[in-house]
Structure formats: C-alpha cells, structure tokens
C-alpha cells in the first residue's frame, strides 16, 4: 500500500525558511519523477518544484531561486528547502508523483508565512 507522508510546515514570518519531508512508503521514490504541489484556500492545487528520476529539477517561476527540491534514496524520502518565504507561499503543501498517475494523497502539511 502506497503512503506518502508530509512534515516539516508550521508558522513563520516572511523571509524565513522551512525543511519540508515526503517519507514514502510502498513505492521507490528514486525510480519515480516526484514533485511538490500546494493549495491555498480558494485556488487550484499547483506544482512547485519537481524532480525527475535522473535528478533533473524545475521550479514554478514563483519559487525559482528559493526553493529546493531533492531526495535521499536511503531514507526514501522527499524534501522541499523553502528559503525568503513570502505570505503568498502560504498553503498546505502535498508530494506526489508527476508522471504515471497520482498517488494517493498524503494529508499535506500547512505552512502559513505571516508577520
């Protein structure tokens, strides 16, 4: 059964940084192309950042040069290093697959950028 598990979201103010995770169960995320979405109250759910197999990445112009996406193959698992967060990166933040169809959704993990 495959179980994607988000972390790592919590309250902070403008221009700081988060360490969001994807930890992965019943799939191997190195063999997959991962990325990370987010939804804000109101809007569509959108891609921010990917990372393929090879370990090729791409950013969402609004998160081009401050986020990060990469991966640990030993750990199974996904991160999203989000740095000068801005209000309007606030949303709950999801993993999942980019190609090959969704996987089930994990719950997500909220991050609120807010003075």
């Known amino acids: 059964q495959v179980q994607l598990v988000e972390s790592g979201g919590g309250l902070v103010q403008p221009g700081g940084s988060l360490r969001l995770s994807c930890a992965a169960s019943g799939i191997i995320l190195s063999i997959n192309a991962m990325g990370w979405y987010r939804q804000a109250p109101g809007k569509e759910r959108e891609l921010v950042a990917r990372l393929t197999s090879f370990g090729s990445t791409n950013y969402a112009d609004s998160t081009k040069g401050r986020f990060t996406i990469s991966r640990d193959n030993a750990k199974n698992t996904l991160y999203l290093q989000m740095n000068s967060l801005k209000p309007e990166d606030t949303a709950v933040y999801y993993c999942?697959?980019?190609?090959?169809?969704?996987?089930?959704w994990g719950q997500g993990t909220q991050v609120t950028v807010s003075s």
């Open positions: 999942n697959r980019i190609t090959g169809g969704y996987l089930p």
